[in-house]
């Protein structure tokens, strides 16, 4: 499935290709506080569609993933980081994805906080 997203003001929007149908609700610091519900997919199949200079970014704890968000609108549509076997990934916040249905999400709860 081919995806477009975008942060509320469209200073950053993508296009992203996977299968969106499965979100994961963290619960680590972050991701609780901006109600993320995350689809993971590899690098490569991800485009910034915008300049990349539009980014913000905020890491924290490890400093291994980058929390991009919009510094007009606030709002926080993906994040990168590279998995433990090298692959570069993205985790695109599907509430930032107009034609995704969130009522049609399987959606899973993840406890980060606990690892």
Same mark, same amino acid.
């Given at each position: 499935?081919?995806?477009?997203? =975008?942060?509320?003001?469209?200073? !950053? +929007?993508?296009?992203?290709?996977?299968?969106?149908?499965?979100?994961?609700?963290?619960?680590?610091?972050?991701?609780?506080?901006?109600? =993320?519900? !995350?689809?993971? /997919?590899?690098?490569?199949?991800?485009? !910034?569609?915008?300049?990349?200079?539009? !980014? =913000?970014? %905020?890491?924290?704890?490890?400093? /291994?993933? +980058?929390?991009?968000?919009?510094?007009?609108?606030?709002? +926080?549509?993906? @994040?990168?980081?590279?998995?433990?076997?090298?692959?570069?990934?993205?985790?695109?916040?599907?509430?930032?994805?107009?034609?995704?249905?969130?009522?049609?999400?399987?959606?899973?709860? %993840?406890?980060? +906080? @606990?690892?």
């Amino acid at each position: 499935m081919h995806i477009s997203g =975008s942060c509320h003001c469209g200073e !950053l +929007a993508f296009e992203a290709e996977g299968e969106f149908d499965k979100a994961l609700e963290c619960n680590c610091s972050i991701c609780r506080r901006k109600g =993320s519900l !995350l689809a993971f /997919v590899p690098r490569s199949q991800f485009e !910034l569609t915008t300049p990349r200079e539009n !980014l =913000s970014t %905020y890491q924290f704890n490890k400093h /291994v993933i +980058a929390h991009y968000f919009c510094a007009n609108c606030g709002i +926080a549509p993906f @994040s990168e980081a590279t998995m433990p076997d090298g692959t570069e990934m993205t985790a695109i916040n599907l509430r930032c994805v107009p034609e995704i249905d969130l009522r049609a999400l399987t959606i899973t709860q %993840y406890d980060g +906080a @606990s690892h």
